[in-house]
T-cell receptor, first 115, second 109 residues
Framework: DAGVIQSPRHEVTEMGQEVTLRCKPI?????LFWYRQTMMRGLELLIY????????DSGMPEDRFSAKMPNASFSTLKIQPSEPRDSAVYFC?????????????FGPGTRLTVT | DAKTTQPNSMESNEEEPVHLPCNHS???????IHWYRQLPSQGPEYVIH???SNVNNRMASLAIAEDRKSSTLILLRATLRDAAVYYC??????????FGTGTLLAVQP
């Protein structure tokens, strides 16, 4: 299996622009997670899906952030408009739910820089 | 969500065992204890998880205290490739995983 695939790996954009991050989970996994990592705040869970349905989006910082999962093999995280404080590494992870346990597989991340 | 406490950093010598401690005194009875690690410039990587009994896999061993309020991740023989941040997280049927600050493990040759 190719693992979790994220694109782009690096993104540099100007403040106010729309940014779309993409994720392809591992085939057969029914959970998908979006995380954000910064030096100041560490690794934060933004949102997660189960069977393509958003379950918990309490970590989404504000309305500028939105996430979709139109099918089992694709998800997007969109920031519109982007701001410099959104600069971070964004990770996507997928999992096949174990009995009350979480074995998540992370992608390589997208490093976002907003100038 | 259960609160965890881990040392900020630890140091080990190559080829020696490493014991990484974690306190999770507020863990619920149904939560599993998960350990992940994050190598430099990579995404987190699952290491091991357990409920009550000690667990072993090809990466590490997990020792869980009888009262489940603490656990220890054991690397039998540290290598330079084990240098990473190690995260301990309780989580279960209703709790998502919350990554704390973890323990930064340095391995000296």
């Amino acid at each position: 299996d190719a693992g979790v695939i994220q694109s782009p790996r690096h993104e540099v954009t100007e403040m106010g622009q729309e940014v779309t991050l993409r994720c392809k989970p591992i085939s057969g996994h029914d959970y998908l997670f979006w995380y954000r990592q910064t030096m100041m705040r560490g690794l934060e869970l933004l949102i997660y899906f189960n069977n393509n349905v958003p379950i918990d989006d309490s970590g989404m910082p504000e309305d500028r952030f939105s996430a979709k999962m139109p099918n089992a093999s694709f998800s997007t995280l969109k920031i519109q408009p982007s701001e410099p404080r959104d600069s971070a590494v964004y990770f996507c992870a997928s999992a096949r739910r174990g009995f009350q346990s979480w074995e998540q597989y992370f992608g390589p991340g997208t490093r976002l820089t907003v100038t | 969500d259960a609160k965890t406490t881990q040392p900020n950093s630890m140091e080990s010598n190559e080829e020696e065992p490493v014991h990484l401690p974690c306190n999770h005194s507020t863990i619920s009875g149904t939560d599993y204890i998960h350990w992940y690690r994050q190598l430099p410039s990579q995404g987190p990587e699952y290491v091991i998880h357990g409920l009550t009994s000690n667990v072993n896999n090809r990466m590490a061993s997990l020792a869980i205290a009888e009262d489940r309020k603490s656990s220890t991740l054991i690397l039998l023989r540290a290598t330079l490739r084990d240098a990473a941040v190690y995260y301990c997280m309780p989580g279960g049927a209703t709790n998502k995983l919350i990554f704390g600050t973890g323990t930064l493990l340095a391995v000296q040759p």
